[in-house]
């Protein structure tokens, strides 16, 4: 028990927590807008890698660290466009596009890495973004490292954060969204376009999901490697439900995963670690996930109209 | 009502609107006036165009030909912005509203520009406590809309299109879904709204409200208007005459002698659901050898009656008998296994698996008798051979038994349903019982043909048909025995030819019926 009181109080844990949160905030929100718009986006986890190769590659080729981020944000709204024509207009099953669309996206990475590095063996490195120096915050003790150390990519999550709950409950354009997602019948008879604003939400959601990915290559570590999302895709669609479509709670759950992702790290290194098998300690933010996510998710609203394609003027 | 004097603004123009569906023509070159202050009643059986025609004039669908002009101007096709902004508002039969929202949020959806950074309440919450007094609609404006009664709901679809400053509101069968308090409620909002100078197109299928709201009375049959009326010179029985027709083209049928009683109902009752009257003390012999027709207008206790036949449902009061035997455990497949055959209301719903082939469809019934499965194990050779034998007895138009039956057009999916029922899937001499529930609605001519002289063989063969149609020219020209139908209560049955359609528009309208017999069931 004091392994984890311990590890609960040192600063390098909390700073942890944020670094591992970041990506999976980016991509949940995205994956949050195309949901609340109707709209199951299961390309995410191939999204966030065809962004985390992207950025990386930008970058590598000679883009400053945001050009590498606007790269992989534009490459991701390409698949989130591709996902939209088929699902919207198309009104194709979600499920069978989304798993399509990851597997293109991923085959698609790394289609495009032996083109462009035939002969490396070992991918190379790029110069990540460094932790901004917040006057005065960053020094404070313990907070300061805490909290205050943070590259500006990871603020940028929790801005993307503010801003997708911004727009959806208190623009014009996020009730529309909404209100497409629960009866588009309700948006047509409105006079608004129900294909427009699904085929934007889905395409602006991808490129979330994409700089997600690229916060992996260009933040966390600082270089690609094709395992790198390894599931986080998949986290993320959970997450959603886990915060019942709002993006507040979801930011909730996200920095929850990530805790106990830290968590299992460090104790794996200590006594506790050396007697337990290590497969237990991977897993174990997934068990804890399942388990919030049932226990948290059962009064949740779902989007009336979620994975139900519109067909205007059908009888 | 106030009448609207002759020379009022003609604020809607529809001009030959046409539009098909498939093999269906749902509109037929309709033409209508809708002049200011003025409410017109869009009259018509289900299937009979109204709907569409709505639909048009919003811009949901786009018609095959026609034109649609709103204070002179006319509209362009499919565009509910259009529409919108010409000032239509439609009340939709199924609520178009968001119920994640709030009441307020879902009257301002769409009324401000996607782009502009916040949503301006305060104005939109004063101009909606406005209209809210202006027209007696009552309902909290920031009440989850998911929350609200369907009473509720509907003030709602109303004041959204108040709110767009609307000068014609549709309301399509806004009162299918209110109490009779709620309805009343209604009408009142109506009559302000005319007072302040909107014009509104009412569309139902309840006499009584047409009577009690509508100004001019336009009544459409099978896609084409077949009468304007102005309801202050006519009366329920006529309207019920024009809206279910006058002419005949219909099979002739040879009187025969009834046989031995096959079903008996004995005062039976059966709940109310919502708005829809369940049975009250019905009374009623099905004789073998003979069609028993059912007439009136649909949601009058019709489905009560079909499902208490097909084993769908039990009364809560009174006895149901089969061959003088009482009845006391039913389902469909005891049903089915007593020789009652059925031909369902909704044939793409009840009627048929969409996806399934015609096979599976063909056996739907009755996959589980000897001649299709053994030990558990299908026998698809068989019941490809029996799909074989309804499409070559029963003139099914198709490609093949195994093609899906969505494919099909429903003359030939009706057909299909047919064979089915006819064959009694198992056993050989056929059914004993056929329950007909609205059989040729929305069929074409040829097929109409067709299943109405397969009725006829049914009963010359000793079937007991329960023919249930709000089409009286089918009635009148299939039933040996007519009774009808209204509030759920049935009138006594009248032979062939005894009645003119008139007469039965008057009890179709509730006329006639002693109050007594709709009293409590303890008199049984």
């Known amino acids: ?315 | 009502m106030t009448a609207p004097k002759p020379e009022a603004e003609i604020v809607l123009r529809l001009d030959r609107i046409s539009k098909r569906f498939g093999a269906l023509l749902a509109n037929d070159a309709v033409s209508l006036d809708l002049k200011k202050g003025e409410v017109i009643a869009l009259l018509g059986e289900n299937g009979a165009g109204k709907t569409t025609l709505m639909n048009i004039l919003f811009g949901h669908y786009v018609a095959d030909a026609g034109e649609v002009q709103v204070f002179g101007q006319s509209l362009p096709p499919g565009n509910p912005r259009a529409a919108l902004a010409a000032g239509v508002g439609m009340v939709h039969q199924h609520f178009t509203l968001a119920g994640n929202l709030t009441v307020l949020d879902n009257i301002a959806l769409g009324t401000e520009s996607l782009w502009s950074r916040g949503l301006g309440r305060a104005a939109a919450r004063a101009k909606v406590a406005k209209l809210s007094v202006d027209f007696g609609l009552a309902v909290h404006p920031d009440a989850k809309v998911g929350k609200l009664s369907v009473g509720e709901r509907q003030r709602v679809e109303i004041l959204k299109a108040l709110y767009r400053d609307a000068r014609i509101l549709i309301l399509d069968e806004p009162t299918a879904v209110l109490t009779p308090q709620e309805a009343d409620a209604l009408f009142a909002t109506l009559r302000k709204a005319t007072a302040l100078g909107l014009s509104v197109i009412f569309i139902s299928h309840k006499l009584h409200e047409v009577m009690a709201i509508a100004d001019r009375c336009i009544v459409l049959r099978h896609g084409r208007v077949v009468g304007t009326v102005d309801t202050h010179t006519t009366d329920k029985g006529q309207l019920a005459t024009l809206m279910v027709g006058g002419e005949l083209s219909l099979p002739r049928a040879e009187p025969r002698a009834p046989g031995a009683v096959r079903m008996r109902f004995d005062q039976v009752f059966t709940p109310d659901r919502g708005a829809t009257p369940g049975l009250k003390a019905v009374t009623l012999a099905l004789h073998a050898g003979q069609i028993t027709g059912l007439a009136g207008v649909s949601g009058n206790g019709q489905a009560a009656l079909a499902e208490l036949v097909a084993g769908l449902a039990l009364p809560s009061s009174g006895r149901l008998s089969l061959n003088d035997v009482p009845i006391d455990t039913w389902s469909p497949r005891l049903a089915l296994a007593k020789g009652v055959a059925r031909i369902p209301e909704d044939r793409h719903h009840q009627g048929t698996i969409a996806d399934f082939d015609l096979t599976e469809n063909a056996v739907l019934e009755a996959y589980r008798s000897r001649r299709f499965s053994r030990r558990g194990w299908m026998n698809w050779r068989a019941a490809k051979s029996f799909a074989e034998e309804i499409i070559a007895g029963y003139d099914v138009r198709c490609p093949g038994p195994g093609v899906r039956i969505r494919l099909l057009s429903g003359g030939n999916m009706q057909k299909l349903i047919l064979g089915r029922a006819m064959s009694g899937g198992s056993s050989s001499d056929g059914p004993e019982i056929i329950l007909a529930n609205q059989p040729v609605r929305g069929l074409d001519v040829g097929a109409i043909a067709y299943v109405q002289s397969q009725l006829l063989a049914a009963r010359d063969r000793g079937a007991a048909v329960l023919l249930i149609s709000e089409d009286l020219d089918e009635i009148m020209g299939l039933s040996d025995v007519i009774h009808v139908i209204s509030q759920g209560r049935l009138s006594p049955g009248f032979g062939r030819g005894t009645m003119t359609a008139a007469e039965l528009g008057l009890w179709m309208a509730g006329q006639n019926f002693a109050h007594d017999q709709s009293e409590a069931p303890n008199a049984a």
């Open chain 1, 1 to 315: 028990m004091t392994e984890i009181i311990d590890i609960l109080i040192s600063a390098s844990f909390w700073a942890a927590v944020i670094r591992i949160a970041s990506p999976l905030i980016f991509a949940t929100m995205g994956e949050l807008i195309c949901e609340r718009a109707g709209v199951l986006n299961l390309g995410i986890e191939g999204i966030m890698v065809i962004g985390a190769f992207a950025g990386w590659m930008g970058v590598y080729q000679g883009l400053p660290l945001w050009g590498g981020v606007a790269t992989a944000m534009c490459a991701g709204m390409l698949f989130g466009l591709l996902q939209s024509i088929l699902t919207v207009p198309f009104g194709l099953s979600q499920h069978v596009v989304g798993l399509g669309v990851t597997l293109l996206a991923t085959s698609s990475a790394s289609f495009t890495y032996r083109l462009m590095l035939p002969e490396v063996t070992s991918p190379p490195k790029i110069e990540p973004f460094q932790p901004l120096d917040i006057p005065v915050l960053s020094d404070l003790p313990w907070l300061g490292e805490a909290i205050f150390q943070q590259t500006a990519l990871t603020w940028a999550a929790f801005a993307v954060a503010g801003l997708t709950a911004w727009v959806l409950f208190r623009t014009p354009l996020g009730l529309a969204v909404r209100a497409v997602g629960e009866n588009p019948a309700a948006v047509e008879a409105q006079g608004l376009s129900v294909t427009g604003l699904r085929m934007g939400a889905v395409i602006v959601g991808s490129g979330l999901m994409a700089v997600g990915g690229a916060f992996l290559t260009l933040s966390a570590f600082s270089s690609f490697f094709f395992e790198m999302v390894n599931g986080r895709g998949w986290i993320c669609v959970a997450l959603v439900v886990f915060g019942a479509w709002k993006p507040g709670k979801a930011v909730l759950g996200a920095l929850l995963f990530a805790g106990f992702d830290a968590l299992q790290i460090r104790l794996q290194q200590t006594p506790i670690g050396t007697h337990l098998p290590y497969q237990l300690f991977l897993a174990a933010p997934y068990l804890l996930s399942i388990l919030a996510l049932i226990l948290m998710s059962r009064r949740a609203e779902v989007p009336a109209a979620l994975m139900t394609p519109y067909n205007k003027g059908e009888r």
